[in-house]
């Protein structure tokens, strides 16, 4: 997906795909402090434990998803959204097909989302 960074809108929802065997991401946008990425999860699709070194955060667009924030468990649906700080253990299961916007500071790197999506 192309982005842009200056005066032209965007959208979260242009060329939706989703896979069945993994949460696919997309960069949408950056801004001079952050990058906004687009998740898109299929029903039942898990990201496994990890932590962001940076504060992110985390924004349903369309669905249902179980977030679980250092083993407490929150249904989160369209509309729901939670910042989460810099080194905070986290997981989620998509419950139905999910679009999830994450915000990331500038200085992260979209190539540590896409391993952490990818299990490495």
Not at 12 to 23: E, G, H, Q, S, W
Not at 34 to 55: A, Q
């Amino acid at each position: 997906m192309k982005t842009k960074t200056k005066n032209t809108p965007l959208s979260l929802y242009t060329a939706l795909v989703f896979d069945k065997n993994k949460p696919l991401v997309a960069l949408i946008l950056e801004t001079p402090m952050t990058k906004e990425l687009r998740i898109c999860l299929f029903e039942g699709v898990i990201i496994k434990d990890h932590k962001s070194p940076f504060p992110i955060v985390i924004h349903v667009q369309e669905g249902t998803m179980e977030l679980g924030v250092e083993g407490d468990s929150f249904a989160m649906v369209k509309g729901d959204l939670i910042c989460l700080e810099g080194g905070v253990m986290h997981n989620l299961k998509a419950l139905e097909n999910t679009i999830v916007r994450l915000s990331i500071l500038k200085e992260d790197k979209l190539e540590r989302v896409e391993q952490v999506i990818n299990g490495n």
